[in-house]
Every structure is written in structure tokens, then in C-alpha cells.
């Protein structure tokens, strides 16, 4: 009887710790929490973050940054963004991010930075360097979507309109004497012979 008794709880005690022991070994999912964005994140130093950074574009030489500089620090960061536009030449854009807040560039709402004369396509990763003071900085790879996606429409850079060419009229020739008509001349029938 006691070796029953003995052999149902060793059974027990094998089921409970071999329903249970992958918990043991195995990391809980939701100690690590992963990026469910569209765009990328990255850190320039410990007190200034990037978050959900990304890219508009639709005419593939032109593109809306979308991004958040957050500035957990004590001071002011103003934050040198640099991309290389199609002829490789380095262009630097700035924004200030004020200390303890959070700078939102290229939403609805919020002000643009737009990237010029780029060579993009539609899903590809383009490369976008952040940088502040002397710190070393980071460089993200951004992805290019589209405003045909629903939550970017009219995110994408507007087009500057183009000065449309007006009529101007031309100045008729102005007469440099006065000059008279000459009277009608009248005919009068002349009698027949």
C-alpha cells in the first residue's frame, strides 16, 4: 500500500514538472517588449531618443520625415539630421528639442522636414544620420512607405506650386506725332456724254 501511495505522488510530481518546466528554462515573453511600429527607433546618447522614424514618399525625390526626438536630459539638444541627397552631397537639417520633452517633426499637426533631391523607392531602408553637440551620434535605416497607405495620407511632401505664366499685354506703339485721317473721298457720278 505505501509503495501505491509513494508511486501515485513520484507520478504526480512528474506530471506537475513536466507540464510546468518550460517555464522554468524559458523566458517569459513579456519581459521583453518588442517595436510595433512602421518606422525605426534608435538612441543618440542616453538623454536623447529617436522613435518611430520613417519616411513619406511619392515622388521618389522627395520624402516627409516622420519622427520623435525625445530629450530626457537636463538641457536643450539642438539635433543635426543628415542625409545624402542623389548627387552625394551631405545635407544637414535642425531641429531643437528642448530639455524634458518630446519633438514631433512631420505629422499632421506638427512641422515638416523634408528631404530633397533623394533617390528613393517605395520599401527600401534610406539611410538618415542623428546627431547633437559632440556626441558621436547614430545612423538609422529608415523605411520609404507611401501616403497610399491609410494613416499617411497627406503626410507625404506637397508639391511647391509653380508660378503659372500670366498673359502680359503688349504695349501698342505709341504715336510720336499727332496724325490726322485723311477724309473719306467721295464719289460723284460724273454724267455720260
Keep these: 500500500m505505501r509503495t501505491r501511495y509513494a508511486a501515485s505522488i513520484l507520478v504526480a510530481a512528474l506530471v506537475g514538472v513536466s507540464a510546468t518546466g518550460c517555464a522554468f528554462i524559458t523566458p517569459q515573453a513579456t519581459t521583453s517588449i518588442g517595436q510595433v511600429t512602421d518606422g525605426v ?73 523634408v528631404l530633397d533631391n533623394v533617390d528613393l523607392t517605395v520599401g527600401q531602408l534610406f539611410p538618415v544620420f542623428f546627431q547633437y553637440g559632440s556626441v558621436t551620434g547614430t545612423k538609422l535605416l529608415v523605411p520609404v512607405l507611401s501616403s497610399d497607405w491609410e494613416q499617411f495620407d497627406g503626410l507625404e511632401p506637397t508639391a511647391t506650386p509653380t508660378p503659372t505664366p500670366t498673359a502680359t499685354p503688349v504695349p501698342l506703339p505709341v504715336p510720336t506725332s499727332t496724325s490726322t485721317l485723311a477724309p473719306e473721298a467721295t464719289v460723284t457720278p460724273t454724267p455720260a456724254p
Design 41 to 113: 527607433d534608435g538612441n543618440v546618447s542616453p538623454d536623447l531618443a529617436i522613435r518611430n522614424a520613417t519616411l513619406i514618399s511619392d515622388d521618389k525625390t522627395s520624402a516627409s520625415l516622420i519622427v520623435s526626438l525625445v530629450n530626457t536630459g537636463d538641457e536643450d539638444h539642438q539635433v543635426v539630421v543628415q542625409y545624402e541627397d542623389a548627387s552625394g552631397k551631405s545635407v544637414d537639417a535642425v531641429a531643437l528639442v528642448g530639455a524634458r520633452s518630446t519633438l514631433t517633426v512631420g505629422g499632421s499637426t506638427d512641422q515638416r522636414l
